[in-house]
């Protein structure tokens, strides 16, 4: 790479992470400062007092969001990995006469956004008193982040060779220990490529929270924001952006751990469509 | 044979003390953090007087407020007591999701003693529904620091429109001298139409305007409006004591901006001062009506009423607690203490208020306060926002935008 | 049992989770959603067949055309803020190195985050009174006066597509280096060996080729682009006079707070056959993956 191309990548990285790095250097200023101006590139007075009233804020309702997050994304991701790899593996292993035409309306779904299905779902989720539920939610998310994952699933248990399943029949074992023991572990990108896909849709929503739950006890972290934010009689722009900077950590950090493989994934996902 | 009897007779009479003995738990809805106090205070009375009723409070944010409640009673299962914005109530009245108390609301010792203006949007025909017990008041506040710096009596704010934008003229002004105005007199209250019922329609008020006439057709199509209007249009565009972004500014944008001093004159409510008192300690601020010009003055009567939903089965119960959180009891010891405003006038006069004298100025404008009576309160939302916005942009004339916004509004009262 | 037969009631066995998930949450509301809109929903209960009622409604709605307006605007705005970037980036980082992979992680990071978070740090740093934006373009004596970067229609098109381009040409970024990947060096080589300049070479070579890669992405980008909700909804609020209401914004007001369920289900009905016209080119744009 030339120099000038270095360089000029990195003043455009420099200017990518402003946004970010202003984010989190305004979550450590108190208030007073941070409504001065000239703003302080740096805090004069550096302080935790913006986390602290984050969390602790309302009987630390905060905390909750974060944890009903962290259990609706433990759900969603644990319904999908059941879902697609047994579904993903059965379309490219265990194909059948209906297989084909299930996959196409798997594959469907992916072209419907459930933003257009917002009115029957509700009415779905009130008749089925799933309304206001951490399980009630995760069921949606489940179901419009797992066809991409079956479709993952399904290429990745392609590009393994058939024997595999024939010579353990041989040895007598059932489709299950089939699955689970013998593809599995030699499927792990493709797990970590639905972790994270999983993950970023489950934490980073903000319209199905918003309208399918309403209690502190199921909230999500990003109404919880809005929450915050949007209170009747005060924007404070300190604590929104404490709350903003935290809720991107676990969204980074996870992205950043598996990104080989999410990037992969999704690369050859989308490509293959 | 006759031990078999006793036995029965024993067991019989067990089930029936199990219900005699049954507890009455009544199911309460609020907003307001505090009335978790008031809740406790009524639980241990009850205790105490050896009565089985007990309330269970479940808090509801405030954009839930409607949503929930609609769906609470196409489901059947309504709270018992629900202390909801007043301006709901018209609606809600009108679907007969809320139980008649006029006879044992007139008999309550206090009963006169109530916000008229409060206590109608709570009636229906001379019915009463609902009963007000936590009140928001709209007002401007104003930074007398500010005030001393530009040559003004720090303790005469603006009474009539003249006055405001003559101070407002002293009031904004560029400080460093590098052309860009660092404190302005006054802030429009923008965010959305909700702003404007509350912070712009008292400006119709004390202009001698109306929103909706007595039999609740729209009345806003006047001359007084228009002017009110073109007074806050001009106060951006023509006398520019009001930057033009504050048509966007929510409440909290317009607190942050008196709050770091860039604001002389604060459209606010009772409920800032809590908060002023912690964020600018050094602040000597005042409150006071919102100036007036041809009317009299008049203010925002917000706030909620408590009433008993109809799908209530305990009314009885329900009204005993209505009556405690009335008492001075509850409103002086739940209320007071977080300087939320009470429900009676005479109760302004307690130990909590006393300290701080801008409370004191919410008796008197508690008496000045008005609040519009419809059942379609939410829905005119859509066109008050809409074309009073356009006005204070300077993208609509107000005469056009009076006219077309009372033609929507018909439309909607009539559907 | 014989072993076909056995293997293809596996394979039942194993897809059956997905396809119940599938009847109840997706099939069940789609058709619901259609029937809906044949209808009129009174709050405390009960409804009534209209036919096309609702239908006519959305046809006749200002707002309705309003908020298509303004999201098709949008995405004709925000669509090239990202893809210009994304393919030059893209370009300048098809190679993986050790610093290529680092830089394309530093891209990709801001689509991680999400729509909530951004919109408030961008809203703060374009904030008229306290923001670091008014603050640089003053001290570098570009502007005069603050702006109100939010308050007014075009501008603040213009700024939130910036954050969105800023939040999304990473994820185009890379989808763009791995076409870029699959097009053979050979071409590069016998592109070079005839004299020809790198700025030749992008245009009349690599972009030609690049074609069905960035139909793909702009197809995705798009779909993306009419879902817009998070973003306007917290940093307009749809304003300043609803010029910045997108459709999903509209969908979520006429169902959530004015619980015209028959009238919503119309305009998502409408909205869903947009987003399939516009997925049904994707399939399309899919035939020329498969040269």
């Known amino acids: 790479m030339s120099k000038k191309l270095f360089i000029t990548l990195i003043i455009i990285s420099i200017i990518f992470v402003i946004p970010i790095y202003w984010a989190a250097i305004t979550s450590f200023k108190p208030s007073s400062e941070v409504l001065s101006y000239p703003p302080s590139l740096v805090p004069k007075q550096p302080t935790l007092a913006q986390f602290t009233k984050l969390f602790t804020a309302g009987d630390s309702i905060f905390t909750r969001y974060v944890l009903n997050t962290f259990i609706l994304c433990g759900l969603s991701i644990g319904m999908v990995l059941i879902l697609s790899i047994m579904g993903g593996y059965s379309l490219s292993k265990l194909a059948f006469k209906g297989s084909n035409i299930i996959f196409v309306i798997i594959l469907s779904i992916m072209m419907v956004p459930y933003q257009s299905l917002l009115i029957p779902l509700y009415d779905l989720m009130n008749a089925m008193g799933l309304l206001d539920s951490l399980f009630g939610v995760s069921l949606i998310y489940t179901t419009y982040s797992m066809p991409f994952c079956i479709f993952m699933m399904k290429n990745y248990f392609s590009s393994l060779p058939n024997t595999l399943r024939e010579s353990a029949l041989i040895d007598g074992a059932s489709e299950m220990r089939i699955l689970f023991k013998v593809h599995l572990p030699l499927a792990l990108p493709a797990i970590a490529t639905v972790i994270v896909y999983v993950f970023l849709m ?67 996902g989308t490509n293959k469509e | 044979m006759s031990r078999r009897l006793l036995v029965l007779i024993l067991v019989v009479t067990l089930a029936f003390s199990g219900i005699l003995m049954a507890k009455t738990t009544l199911v309460m809805w609020d907003q307001l953090a505090a009335t978790e106090d008031i809740v406790k205070m009524f639980n241990e009375k009850m205790k105490a007087e050896g009565k089985d009723i007990e309330v269970k409070l479940e808090l509801i944010p405030y954009d839930q407020m409607v949503p929930k409640f609609m769906a609470a009673l196409s489901a059947g299962i309504a709270p018992d007591l629900y202390g909801m914005d007043l301006v709901q109530f018209p609606f809600f009245i009108s679907i007969g999701a809320f139980t008649d108390i006029t006879e044992w609301a007139k008999e309550l010792p206090f009963f006169d003693e109530l916000t008229k203006g409060m206590l109608e949007i709570g009636m229906k025909d001379d019915r009463i529904y609902g009963l007000p017990y936590q009140i928001d008041l709209s007002t401007m506040l104003w930074n007398k620091g500010l005030f001393e710096e530009a040559g003004l009596d720090p303790e005469q704010p603006p009474q009539t429109w003249y006055e405001l934008v003559e101070m407002g003229q002293k009031l904004t002004v560029d400080k460093d001298g590098d052309g860009i105005i660092d404190q302005w007199g006054f802030n429009l209250a923008g965010g959305g139409a909700g702003a404007y019922m509350f912070w712009f329609m008292p400006f119709v008020w004390g202009n001698g305007g109306r929103m909706f006439d007595d039999e609740g057709n729209v009345a806003l199509d006047s001359y007084e409006t228009v002017q009110a209007l073109q007074f806050w249009a001009d106060l951006v565009h023509k006398h520019k004591i009001a930057p033009v972004s504050s048509v966007q500014y929510g409440s909290g944008d317009r607190y942050n901006a008196f709050v770091s001093g860039k604001l002389a004159m604060f459209l606010g409510g009772n409920f800032n001062i809590t908060s002023l008192l912690q964020d600018a300690p050094d602040m000597e601020f005042g409150v006071a009506m919102i100036p007036k010009n041809r009317g009299e003055f008049a203010s925002f009567g917000g706030g909620s009423l408590l009433g008993i939903t109809s799908q209530s089965k305990n009314v009885e119960a329900a009204k005993e607690f209505m009556e405690f959180a009335f008492s001075e009891e509850a409103q002086v010891g739940a209320f007071a203490p977080s300087l939320q405003l009470v429900a009676r006038p005479s109760l302004y006069d307690n130990e909590y208020y006393k300290d701080i004298p801008q409370m004191m100025r919410f008796a008197d404008i508690l008496g000045i306060a008005q609040t519009p009576y419809t059942v379609k309160y939410n829905e005119i939302y859509d066109p008050v926002g809409y074309y009073f916005e356009s006005v204070f942009l300077g993208q609509m004339d107000a005469e056009t935008a009076v006219r077309e916004c009372t033609k929507e509004i018909e439309k909607i009262l009539a559907e | 049992m014989k072993q076909k037969t056995r293997k293809g009631l596996f394979g039942f066995i194993f897809l059956l989770p997905v396809i119940v998930m599938i009847s109840i949450f997706f099939i069940y509301p789609l058709i619901k959603v259609v029937l809906m809109s044949f209808q009129e929903w009174k709050i405390m209960g009960g409804s009534s067949f209209v036919g096309l009622s609702n239908y006519k409604k959305a046809l006749v709605d200002d707002e309705f055309w309003k908020t298509l307006w303004n999201t098709v605007i949008y995405a004709i705005i925000v669509t090239p803020m990202i893809f210009v970037p994304a393919v030059l980036l893209a370009n300048a980082l098809k190679k ?28 703060w740093i374009y904030n008229d009174s306290y923001g670091i934006l008014n603050y640089i373009l003053i001290s570098l004596n570009l502007i005069g006066q603050p702006i109100n970067w939010l308050g007014q229609t075009w501008l603040s098109r213009v700024m939130v597509s910036i954050m969105v381009a800023w939040k999304t040409l990473g994820f185009t970024m890379i989808i763009v280096i791995a076409g870029l990947q699959g097009i053979s060096p050979q071409i590069y080589e016998a592109a070079s060996i005839d004299g020809a300049e790198k700025s030749q070479v992008f245009r009349y070579i690599t972009l030609p080729l690049l074609r069905p890669t960035l139909v793909l992405a702009l197809i995705l980008s798009l779909a993306g682009s009419f879902k817009a909700f998070d973003h306007f909804y917290i940093m307009t609020k749809g304003g300043p006079l609803k010029t910045t209401e997108t459709i999903v914004m509209y969908i979520n007001k006429i169902g959530f707070e004015f619980y015209d369920i028959g009238f919503g289900s119309a305009v998502s009905v409408i909205f869903l056959g947009i987003l399939l016209l516009i997925s049904y080119l994707q399939l399309k744009a899919g035939g020329f993956q498969n040269e």
């Open chain 1, 202 to 268: 489950t934490w980073n929503d903000f319209i199905l929270a918003l309208n399918f739950t309403s209690s502190n006890d199921v909230r999500n972290i990003q109404v919880g924001i809005t929450l915050f934010a949007t209170t009747r009689f005060t924007r404070d722009w300190g604590l929104i952006n404490a709350g903003a900077t935290f809720s991107i950590i676990p969204s980074i950090l996870v992205f950043l751990l598996l990104q080989k493989y999410y990037v992969e994934g999704m690369t050859a």
């Open chain 3, 96 to 123: 993986t190195s050790r610093s290529t992979k680092i830089f394309r992680t530093i891209f990709f990071i801001p689509y991680a985050i999400s729509f909530v978070a951004a919109s408030y740090i961008w809203q």
